[in-house]
């Protein structure tokens, strides 16, 4: 429904306005509407008798999920105000005739106080005409309320409590969340029993800009499904248009030969049959499954474009909860369909010697249109010096994201010393056979402490760079960096691959900048929460505030970089309160008196015992400010919490993105870092006598990538 009220020529949806389980209209009483956080709504009669039937909780007729109830139905699940509201104007809209709300003959309404918020008769309106505290209320008609009914609907609420007092103030606390006037802030939502007060206005606005964000995305992934689907229909289209071709090609070829190739003439029509029943099925299943998430958001949409059209603050704040969890869990729904170009075709390659080969003549091979759309994934990583090395992996992917399985392009390295003395020379060059599924690996025995290119070529690709350099480097305890270099066609040229670069610096943790009050290093990259037996010398960089650790160099100023952290914690006795830390900050707010994330400065995922949702759960920080909260797990006594995250920071456009490196998901991302000044990663580690806590720094070689992890990370530099 539009702003113009009855200008809309839409009717209002009938599932607005009745139960959809008894079919009854809307009122007050028993019929009131009441919302589920799938946003479905039912009448309070039909759920409160769902609920005497229960034993688990209600279950929404409409897409199965079940909801536990507190207490009672009216005590857990808000009204419906979209929807009463809707009904209201309904009537008015319908008949033209609505009766008055303040008589009790219930005559036909003639007007609509904006103040009061009722429908009034001829008598009503005398009546507001004569007594001195209602003058200043003001009248429209019945049809100048239609023209902007949005507007008389949204007006400010008064309090039942203390008559006359608007509803300007809302109590934020977990257990109040509802609105309330000046004097209910001074008698029972005081600050010092712990309520925090905020203006309604200011309150609705930040809450409905994080609505409006939250439909902008939803909108934006219903559009990017509606072309997936269209780009996987014209697909299929082809695909079942090259099957009549495929199959006359392979009736004419078997027509000229022996009656011996007629079994094996049918058995490829049915392997042609299979594929394209194959295709549809894949196609249908995942048009099926976009339109129901589809029918979800646009439902979504729709309920949370009604609520900020028709709400007054106060009741979209109630709302707003419900709204906002369901619109962030509708994130998550994967809408979105393959787009991939494939095609079959009949291996005719072996004609001449048919007779010999009869058997396996003709197989149908699915392809990927041609060896050009192999992505080249190629890893460089340092090496040690007089030992055999690893220092480079050569993998191919294909366009439908998959690692290649079938014949993949031929290479050729040449591993050089970078020496401009002596001339670079050739050193070495091996293919690792056991790869070949999916690429190859390159291995090389350096001699000296120096630098070292390997110059690729490989078959049927143009390469904008071929040559990749790496170092040599002293094995005394240190790591090896590694660069991940991802193909991506470049602009203005098909035919030639450029490189997505992404560095993996090897990243230790600095004793000198320890707090050892708090915690200690096993080696350079694995930090535990408890300290020394023997304390080390003092040292001015040392963190003193903060319980934690600095990496000993800090991040380069340019490019993208990536590294992990793992953590595993142990719960020694129950308690509330943080676990760790991680991130990147500016030096100075390294030693903070408790979180980095507080500060302006640092960008930060916080792991912490959360009293609302009695879980473990992930925060993003910055500036005082959570930015993103999920539950984990259910905190239980000795239970173990395994949490692994990676970083991408990218300085090309100074955003820092938040993966959960187990399911490969992007968590969060932060944008604008201040790279105005050097960034540092940090680990800090809290509460050593309730948590037993082990973080390591996974970083340069030590990182394994999955296709799914190296498909995100690519996905995340070319997307944002």
Known sequence: MNETGSDNDEAIPERYLQCRLCQKQYSQGNRCPRILPCLHSYCLGCLELGWDWASTGITCQLCNATWEVHDSVEATFPVNYVAMKLLTLAKVENSRTVHCTDCAESKRATHRCVECHHFICNEGYQAHRQFVQLQTHRLLTIGEFL????????????????VGQPLDLFCLSDTCRCAICASCALVSHTERDGHRIGK???VYTDQAGQTRALIEQICLKLENAKEGLNVSERQLK??????????????????SLMETLKSRRDAMIKTVDDILERERADFEGAKSETMSSEKRMLEAVEFANQALSVCSYAEFMELSSVLEDTMTNLQGDTVELRCVEKDFQMDSTRLDSLKTSIIKFGDIIETCANPHTWHPVIEVVDAHPGHEANIMEVKFINEINKMAAAEIPKIGVKIERCDP?????????????????????????????????????????????????????????????????????????????????????????????????????????????????????????????YPGVVAAVSLREEGKCYWEVTCRSQVKQRWWGSIFETGIARRVALDTPYIVGYSHHGWTLQIVYC???????????????????????????????????????DFDTNQLHVIDAKQSLLLYTFRDVDVSKQLWPFCGIFNNNWYSTELKMMTGAEIVLKQCHLKLLQDLCETF
């Not at 005082?624 to 259910?634: D, E, G, M, S």
């Open 147 to 162: 023209k902007s009914p949005s507007e008389m609907f949204t007006k400010e609420d008064m309090c039942d409590v203390h």
């Open 200 to 202: 309604v206005q200011e």
């Open 238 to 255: 082809q695909l079942e248009g090259r099957e009549a071709d495929i199959k006359s090609d392979i009736r004419e070829v078997f027509e």
């Open 421 to 545: 003395q002596n001339g670079a020379r050739i050193m070495c060059l091996r293919s690792h056979g056991e790869s070949r599924k999916v690429g190859y690996q390159v291995k090389f025995t350096p001699p000296r402490d120096v630098m070292y290119r390997a110059k690729l070529k490989i078959s049927h690709m143009k390469l904008a760079q071929d040559v990749f350099g790496f170092r040599c480097r002293d094995e005394r305890g240190e790591g090896r960096d590694r660069t991940i270099y991802i193909a991506q066609r470049q602009l203005g040229d098909a035919d030639m691959w450029g490189f997505l670069v992404i560095k993996c610096p090897y990243i230790r943790l600095s004793e000198d900048t320890l707090n050892m009050d708090w915690c200690r290093l096993r080696d350079r990259t694995l930090l535990v929460n408890k300290p020394p037996h023997k304390q080390l010398s003092d040292n001015t960089l040392r963190l003193r505030s």
């Open 611 to 649: 009293t609302v949702h009695k879980n473990v759960c992930a925060q993003t920080r910055n500036n005082r400010q959570t930015l993103y909260h999920l539950p984990l797990v259910a905190e239980e006594l000795t239970s173990v919490l395994d949490v692994h995250v990676g970083f991408l920071m």
